[in-house]
Structures are given as structure tokens and as C-alpha cells.
């Protein structure tokens, strides 16, 4: 098994080795797994000059303080032994496919070591996470699995910092094989190549329009077109038909807070909280100081905003 130690690797190689590969945790991002990147995001990571970013936030910065917190809980529910890894593994066939391991489980009875991947998150989609594992995870686990040869991983979750749910991965050689083949597709005709893959909107909204430029609908575009204008139109009819159902309810709400029905509340129409404003134009009059004002004024970059055009005017 091929792998690079970390132990007293500085930073900014570590960096420097991830821009030069594809790790486990950017599978996702290839699969459209990952709601925070697109592919074209990461093909931009990899061929743009410069270092990688190093993020820092607090979900990141508690997500590392608490991993091992994470790792020796599943220690022992599991009744099991972890340890850390200090290693940079590479995949043995293609020396682009990385991963680090969070740690790797010992084995018992002659079942093989594991590797363990400990994660926080938000109780917000965890829902689906009492029965299966999360897609996103379970492809970086088997991606760690392709890339150390293990047969087998665990997936260990603290959920809001109070709840803990542990999952058993088995190795999946279909589903390695088609990741393996993915990642090496777009390093190869994508990264190394330097052609990006398709855009998603999401990526288009980052990008400013170019002036002047005018893009050519086929007759997909053109049906999609059609039915959009079509579907606005639907919309503002049944617009019309809330506002007026809205208006009756209200009229016979009047300066009642709520309205009911064989006492069953229908619907409320209270008064909120005063909310405080800055006066921004009362602030210029009141200090006359532009060399003040400057100092506090920024400017925002302009967004893209999306207009239908009707009857092609």
C-alpha cells in the first residue's frame, strides 16, 4: 500500500499534495453528492495557479476538536481499538486517488483492519440517517476502501453534539469500480487536460455576464421557453386568486388577532415586534463628514438577475 507520512508535514504541502490529486471526500463531488461544490468548482481547485485555500470556520474548527471525541465513542460502543493513521494513502494503480484516514479500526479475529471516518453534522436532514448511511459519506468510505484495499469501514456521526449513530460499511467492488473509473476520467480528460466539465447554474451565478454576448436557443430551450412563460402565467393567476381570498379572510378578521370556525382557529393576523432601521440619508445630514462616510460605505458586486422576455422584446 502506497502512502506519504504526515508527521511534521508542513501545511502547505499538505495542500499542495491534495491539489495534485483527487481525495475521498471529493467523490462526492464528481457523483453531484456534495450540495457545497460542483464538479467545475473542483476542476477550477485543481488547474487554477496558486496554493489550495485552507478554510476556516467554526464547523470546520469544531469538527476537528471533536473527532476524537467521535472516534474513542465508537471505540467503545464498538468494544474495539482505533488508532490514528499519520498517512497520506495513495490509491496503487493511480497515484492521483488520495484519502486520510480520520483513523483506522484494529481488527478482531482475523476480520481485517477497517477505517473509521468520524464526522459532525446538523440534526436539519438527519431523518434519513436512523436507517441508512448518508450518500455522501458512504461514498468517501468506499473510496477509503479502494484506496487502502480494506474490506470493510465504519461511519461514525455525532448529530447536534448530543446524539451518536455509528454505521458498518462492507466494501462494494461494482461501486469501487465505477469510482475509480470517475476519478480517473476526470483527472485525466478534465484536470490534466485542462477542458472543464459542464457548468451548473450554480456556477454560472459566480460568473459575470460579458457584455454584449448573445447566446443561441435550440428547440429544446425554446420549448422549455414556452412552458415557462406559460407557467409564469399560472402563477400570476393564482397570485391574483390569493390576494383576494387573502383580502376576504382579513376583512373579516378585521382588528382581531385570529379568526375560527366552530372553534378551530383558521387563521391569525397579528401585529409584530417594532423592528429597528438606520436611517441612512438622516446619518449623511446629521454628520456631514464624506471623509467619515467613505470610510463606512461599500460596494456590493452586482448579481446576476434572470428576466423573461416576452414576445422576444
Known amino acids: 500500500m502506497k502512502s506519504i507520512s504526515k508527521v511534521e508535514m508542513p501545511v502547505e504541502e499538505w495542500l499542495a499534495l ?24 473542483l476542476w477550477e481547485e485543481k488547474i ?21 471525541i467521535v472516534a474513542q465513542t465508537y471505540a467503545e460502543r464498538a468494544q474495539r481499538k482505533v488508532i490514528r493513521d499519520n498517512k497520506i494513502r495513495v490509491h496503487p494503480e493511480i497515484d492521483f486517488f488520495t484519502c486520510n484516514l480520520d483513523r483506522v479500526i484494529l481488527p ?17 436532514a438527519s431523518g434519513s440517517w436512523e436507517s441508512e448511511v448518508p450518500p455522501m459519506y458512504y461514498t468517501q468510505v468506499q473510496a477509503q476502501l479502494a484506496i487502502t484495499g480494506y474490506k470493510w469501514g465504519a461511519l461514525a456521526l455525532l448529530v447536534d453534539g448530543r446524539k451518536f449513530k455509528s454505521f458498518e460499511i462492507e466494501r462494494d467492488e461494482k461501486f469501487i469500480r465505477s469510482l475509480v473509473q470517475i476519478v480517473s476520467d476526470f483527472w485525466n480528460e478534465n484536470v490534466l487536460a485542462k477542458v472543464p466539465p459542464p457548468a451548473q447554474v ?7 455576464s460579458n457584455v454584449g454576448e448573445v447566446a443561441h436557443a435550440d428547440e429544446s430551450v425554446v420549448a422549455a421557453y ?11 393567476s393564482m397570485e391574483i386568486n390569493k390576494d383576494q381570498l387573502e383580502e376576504k379572510i382579513k376583512l373579516a378578521i378585521g382588528t382581531a388577532e385570529t379568526i375560527e370556525y366552530n372553534g378551530v382557529a383558521l387563521a391569525t393576523w397579528k401585529t409584530s415586534k417594532p423592528s429597528a432601521g438606520f436611517d441612512i440619508a438622516g446619518f449623511k ?10 470610510k ?8 446576476r438577475r434572470f428576466l423573461l422576455k416576452k414576445g422576444g422584446k
Open 18 to 41: 491534495r491539489k495534485r490529486s483527487i481525495g475521498a471526500s471529493e467523490v462526492a463531488v464528481l457523483l453531484g453528492l456534495n450540495p457545497y461544490k460542483t464538479t467545475y468548482q
Open 48 to 68: 487554477l495557479d496558486g496554493p489550495l485555500e485552507q478554510i476556516h470556520n467554526d464547523a470546520i474548527d469544531f469538527g476537528n476538536k471533536l473527532e476524537e
Open 108 to 124: 478482531i479475529d482475523g476480520e481485517g483492519r477497517g477505517v473509521l471516518e468520524c464526522k459532525t453534522a446538523s440534526g436539519f
Open 202 to 208: 450554480s456556477d454560472y451565478e459566480r460568473m459575470s
Open 226 to 236: 414556452s412552458q415557462l412563460v406559460q407557467v409564469k402565467a399560472d402563477i400570476a
Open 285 to 294: 445630514a446629521a454628520v456631514n463628514r464624506p471623509d467619515l462616510e467613505s
Open 296 to 303: 463606512f460605505v461599500t460596494e456590493k458586486p452586482g448579481t
